[in-house]
């Protein structure tokens, strides 16, 4: 069966599955291979429990005709998705990123939303695997789509746009995270910037962070990129912004007009930014825009306001590198509190050889902004020398926030997504 056959049977079935543990019936089911899986292991139980074809890349002892054999199933995924994406005539926007990605992408999703009907990655599938499954969720109901691009090494960015093809492009911003993978800053750029060399051969339109430096330099010392006419630029003075930094929730001004939103944190600014450069560029309007934008509110983890018997908490343990790191805090910092203000803050992870050379980077800059109430949890954070608070483990810290209970304070919990800190709102 060629990929046009398979392509004929999806338009009927309409349904991709690859996870027994999840409803399959009425499905095509997919057998992913990874490092600690094989769902080959699962294609009969797959068939048992209602997929119409189960898609396999190890024989199997059966002339079963639901089961279509491929040379390698993943590529056969990314294939139909390609396909389907041939035959979607919408406009599809990636964002990709540093920081800031999937914000950027659910406040984009929410503006454009009051206009048209869009479909966007759902939680994390924004990688080779991700990004297939989310293009396949795409039918003839949507207008246009918001897909979050993410990446690991170089590479991976130009696979994704093979796959998604699409026609609008935004970085939210070039910063030090997953070296361990990355190596260098430089590596990061080129990765990331792969978006922007896709869209210019494909005479994409391209959005541009006016506020990031590493995006402006890049921009500036390639030809490709300088030369290109159709980047647009967005950022508080394009965009006639001016922001009220003391805030605790996200406040500023646009066009004369004082929007205070739900979402805590100014270095969600340039997230909300984009927003409104993209709803200028789909025409959605200055009404239904300011109306989103005054409604905006986050959970799961990110820049989430919580306020408990005895404190208010602004959690945003949902990953940290040193970029995000100095981006919150210096936003905590900010906010004008009569009530006294702690940093609880883990180890940042996928670091590399250069873990603790940032980890005390990150120690200095505290020290630097004067930060007097700091508790810092993690292997790597417990290895630097400095005068705050230092736990090894999370277990060590739980046990110390049960002996000296906080009262009356703001607090922000910031640190990577394997620390799991947000359950320490528990305590606090």
Not at 113 to 126: E, I, P, Q, Y
Request: aromatic share 10%.
């Amino acid at each position: 069966m060629n990929i046009d056959s398979l392509y004929s049977k999806f338009l009927v079935i309409k349904n991709i599955s690859t996870d027994t543990r999840k409803s399959v019936s009425g499905s095509i089911f997919f057998c992913l291979k990874g490092l600690n899986f094989n769902g080959n292991k699962f294609a009969y139980e797959a068939l048992k429990k209602g997929a119409e074809l189960v898609v396999i890349d190890e024989k199997r002892k059966t002339n079963e005709e639901k089961f279509l054999f491929v040379p390698d199933v993943l590529t056969c995924l990314q294939n139909l998705a390609k396909k389907h994406r041939e035959n979607l005539n919408i406009p599809i926007i990636a964002i990709t990123g540093t920081n800031g990605k999937t914000s950027t992408k659910n406040i984009v999703f929410d503006v454009l939303s009051t206009k048209f009907n869009v479909m966007k990655t759902t939680g994390n599938f924004n990688n080779h695997i991700g990004l297939p499954l989310s293009i396949l969720k795409i039918d003839k109901s949507y207008d246009l789509a918001v897909l979050e691009f993410g990446a690991s090494k170089i590479g991976d960015i130009n696979e994704l746009c093979d796959i998604g093809k699409p026609n609008i492009g935004l970085i939210t911003n070039i910063g030090k995270a997953h070296l361990e993978e990355f190596e260098s800053i430089d590596n990061i750029i080129k990765t990331k910037t792969e978006l922007w060399t896709y869209l210019i051969k494909t005479n994409g339109t391209i959005f541009i962070n006016q506020e990031d430096e590493n995006l402006i330099t890049t921009r500036a010392k390639h030809k490709i990129f300088s030369t290109y006419n159709k980047f647009i630029n967005y950022g508080k003075k394009e965009n006639e912004i001016k922001l009220n930094s003391k805030s605790l929730f996200l406040e500023f001004t646009w066009r004369n007009e004082l929007i205070k939103t739900k979402i805590v944190g100014d270095y969600n600014l340039n997230n909300v930014i984009a927003s409104i450069a993209l709803g200028n560029f789909f025409k959605v309007g200055k009404k239904n825009i300011i109306n989103k934008l005054k409604d905006l509110s986050f959970k799961n983890n990110r820049s989430e306001f919580i306020k408990t018997n005895f404190n208010e908490i602004i959690l945003d343990a949902y990953n940290a590198n040193p970029t995000s790191m100095k981006f919150s805090i210096n936003s905590f910092i900010n906010i004008s509190s009569n009530m006294e203000k702690t940093l609880i803050l883990g180890d940042m992870l996928e670091l590399g050889g250069k873990s603790k050379e940032l980890h005390k980077e990150l120690i200095k800059f505290l020290k630097i902004k004067k930060i007097k109430s700091c508790l810092l949890v993690g292997e790597n954070f417990n290895e630097i020398e400095c005068d705050f608070l230092k736990f090894k483990t999370k277990k060590n810290l739980e046990v110390h926030l049960k002996k000296h209970m906080f009262k009356k304070r703001i607090i922000l919990i910031k640190g990577s997504r394997k620390m799991k800190l947000e359950t320490l709102k528990e305590l606090l």
